[in-house]
């Protein structure tokens, strides 16, 4: 499947690549050997992607596809243990909070949080339709706000608790080269995927906050420093624009993954590729 959403754990012992066949998969990265796949049973579906999120002890993996329920594994077992009520179509994000309780989820216009356990509703939030098409979502520091990546280049942090906008962030240039993301808009599975890569733009700020990444500039990543906005280290072995990327706790790690499937895993003191996991 081509590659949608990747996180490491927070102990860093796992990454979890979330694809558009309605599939995750989990690495060990002690090895760099498959753990477990987390398909439907029965059934394809080309363009329905997954969204993956770790809980931050690092004992349960959360998966959300598009026309499924949210479904959360026991990283021990392989064993699903919970399959909540959250169901969502135009998937645009998932997160677990730091305590385990809260869910994030995003979808094309709005971002809800539920109770992980009963799935009951927590805090809503409308997207009104001017901000564009949101792409990516975080908590802030607190767990009070919700900061959201938008199609239009700008970031908005959103208050949880009563839904309104607290600061709108703006000045980061993205000339974007489509990296060879082209896909018939006639074919019904082309233009799902289409859907999901085309405006992802990932962005991922280093763990000494010095330098941040990004990706979709052609095939590469790309290493900017915050303090001059000069590039530093080039990621450059994707055949594909890269759609989704994080950077492992340590801050040793990246993991970048592009719009063919494939996954790489790079050093980011020199920017060597270490592994490479192609798509299925």
Known sequence: GYGIDIEFSEDGKYLAVGEDDKTARVF????????????????????????????????????LSRKEKLKIFDLQTGKKIKETGIEVDEIAGLKYSNDGKRILVAAEKKITE????????????????????????IYNADESEV?????????????????KESR????????????????????????YIAKYLRLKNPLVLTNDNKNFITGKTGTKSVMWSLET???????????????????????????????????????ISNGKKIKTFKGH
């Open 168 to 191: 709108v962030y703006k000045g980061i240039i993205n000339l974007q080269d489509a990296g060879g993301l082209n896909y018939d808009p006639d074919n019904y599975r082309e233009s």
């Open 114 to 137: 539920y109770e992980a356990g009963s799935g009951k509703i927590i805090n809503t939030i409308n997207i009104p339709d001017d901000k564009g098409e949101l792409n990516e979502i």
């Open 28 to 63: 060990r990265t002690e090895k760099w050997d498959s753990l477990y796949t987390f398909k439907p049973a029965e059934g394809w579906c080309g363009g329905c992607p997954t969204f993956v999120a770790f809980s931050k002890d690092g004992k349960y993996l959360a998966k």
């Open 229 to 267: 906005g000069s590039p530093i280290r080039f990621f450059s072995e994707h055949a594909k624009a890269v759609v989704c990327m994080d950077i492992s706790k340590d801050g040793k790690l990246l993991a970048t993954g592009d719009g063919s499937g494939e996954v790489n895993i790079w050093q």
């Open 147 to 163: 900061i959201c990546a938008f199609g239009k280049n700008i970031a908005i942090s959103f208050n949880l608790k009563t839904g």
